[in-house]
């Protein structure tokens, strides 16, 4: 499971809506190989659910998530920051052991 916080959730509301995008459609979710630590986070909207797709609602979003990215992710709780460090989502994962410095990348 993948939850969202209610900052996350408001600014999900807010790019879909600019993208296009309507409160039925998808938030995918998922890990890719890069970054300085090793993973890292994949973020975007989707209209379609693919047949390997898991498939979560929290907080009144839906998430997808690829099979092979979804055993990174359990348990991952994605909000928004709007600091002065930089706005962005952050995934607050238990799973990673390491994250670098930007929080974009992490390592298990």
């Given at each position: ?88 989502f952050v ?18």
């Amino acid at each position: 499971m993948i939850k969202v916080s209610d900052t996350a959730k408001k600014k999900v509301i807010e790019l879909m809506s600019d993208d296009g995008y309507s409160a039925t459609d998808f938030v995918r979710v998922g890990v890719k190989s890069g970054g300085c630590s090793g993973l890292s986070y994949d973020l975007k909207f989707d209209k379609e659910q693919k047949e390997d797709d898991k498939v979560f609602e929290d907080n009144g979003v839906k998430i997808i998530v690829d099979k092979k990215s979804f055993l990174y992710l359990i348990g991952t709780t994605l909000e928004y920051s709007g600091g002065l460090n930089g706005a962005g989502f952050v995934f607050n994962n238990p799973n990673a052991n390491r994250t670098c410095g930007c929080g974009e990348s992490f390592s298990l």
